[in-house]
T-cell receptor
Framework: TQLLEQSPQFLSIQEGENLTVYCNSS?????LQWYRQEPGEGPVLLVT?????EVKKLKRLTFQFGDARKDSSLHITAAQPGDTGLYLC???????FGAGTQVVVTP | NAGVTQTPKFQVLKTGQSMTLQCAQD?????MYWYRQDPGMGLRLIYY???????DKGEVPNGYNVSRLNKREFSLRLESAAPSQTSVYFC?????????????FGDGTRLSIL
């Protein structure tokens, strides 16, 4: 049973456009992590969010944690081809990953 | 700076054969994990070891066994491989099993069972 729902499953955009991906659950997260996975490699941690309403920025990536700690979003501004990858959310409390959003940024 | 090393990188088995996937980490981490990744399903936890000497089942443990050989090494064994076990297997480690701990992943073992 997939407790973490990620949307959309797939996103294809042009370089310079913005995008947002989502991670939702029907239950409260104690904390949430976002990972990015590139082809042929394991996932790499981008950020951990812990507090409801928290916003973290990592260069052009903005991560938000919902006030009720049941949802999170990742926004990429002015996407670049190097942002291409599978974006995964992870809940330590549930020891579970979401199914991921595949992002493709074309030049 | 090796991090997490998985061997082999690729393997093809016949149904019913057995195999052990090896994982070693050089970061002195206490916790280690085995995941499988299938298209459209993200990574699913098979087994984990919170600390040396302990192992626990994850979401999809059936058909697998694990051994935490020492603090560095955590192996995954398929006793009688089935086509449904065709997948990419990832090993990961973290300092502790905690909410702010990053997991560090190997590059995976691509396993095909015919």
């Amino acid at each position: 049973t997939q407790l973490l729902e990620q949307s959309p499953q797939f996103l294809s955009i042009q370089e310079g456009e913005n995008l947002t991906v989502y991670c939702n659950s029907s239950s409260v997260f104690s904390s949430l992590q976002w990972y990015r996975q590139e082809p042929g490699e394991g996932p790499v941690l981008l950020v951990t969010v812990v507090t409801g309403g928290e916003v973290k920025k990592l260069k052009r990536l903005t991560f938000q944690f919902g006030d009720a700690r049941k949802d999170s979003s990742l926004h990429i501004t002015a996407a670049q081809p190097g942002d291409t990858g599978l974006y995964l959310c992870y809940s330590w409390g549930k020891l579970q990953f979401g199914a991921g959003t595949q992002v493709v940024v074309t030049p | 700076n090796a991090g997490v090393t998985q061997t082999p990188k690729f393997q093809v088995l016949k149904t019913g054969q057995s195999m052990t996937l090896q994982c070693a980490q050089d970061m002195n981490h206490n916790s280690m994990y085995w995941y499988r990744q299938d298209p459209g399903m993200g990574l699913r936890l098979i087994y984990y070891s919170a600390s040396e000497g302990t192992t626990d089942k994850g979401e999809v443990p059936n058909g697998y066994n694990v051994s935490r050989l020492n603090k560095r090494e955590f192996s995954l064994r398929l006793e009688s491989a089935a086509p449904s076990q065709t997948s990419v297997y990832f090993c990961a480690s973290s300092e502790y099993p905690g909410s702010n701990q990053p997991q560090h992943f190997g590059d995976g073992t691509r396993l095909s069972i015919l």
